[in-house]
């Protein structure tokens, strides 16, 4: 059974920085892409980052470009989602998810407020 849990959130202020985590079981990891998500109240759910199975090639949304940077440890089946310089509008509830793939996880809230 695929399963994704995420930790790492919390309350911050603004510019102020946070490291998610997320465990990935059920599967076999390091031959998946990996994406990180995101969802806002009454927003739907956001692409926030993508890795390579390898780890070499990432990409990001135009919104968290140079603040945000995924990564992941094929050898501990977890990626990160290491977010410096921290936005209001970053707030919202993370996720992780294989690509391809249909399953989510719990999720993570980030809540970025002075």
């Known amino acids: 059974q695929v399963q994704f849990v995420e930790s790492g959130g919390g309350l911050v202020q603004p510019g102020e920085s946070l490291r998610l985590s997320c465990v990935a079981s059920g599967f076999t990891f390091n031959i998946y892409k990996m994406s990180w998500y995101r969802q806002a109240p009454g927003k739907e759910r956001e692409l926030v980052a993508h890795?390579?199975?390898?780890?070499?090639?990432?990409t990001y949304a135009d919104s968290v470009k140079g603040r945000f940077t995924i990564s992941r440890d094929n050898a501990k089946n977890t990626v990160y989602l290491q977010m410096n310089s921290l936005k209001p509008e970053d707030t919202a509830v993370y996720y992780c998810?294989?690509?391809?793939?249909?399953?989510w996880g719990q999720g993570t809230q980030v809540t970025v407020s002075s």
């Open positions: 998810k294989k690509t391809p793939g249909a399953s």
């Open positions: 890795i390579s199975r390898n780890g070499e090639t990432t």
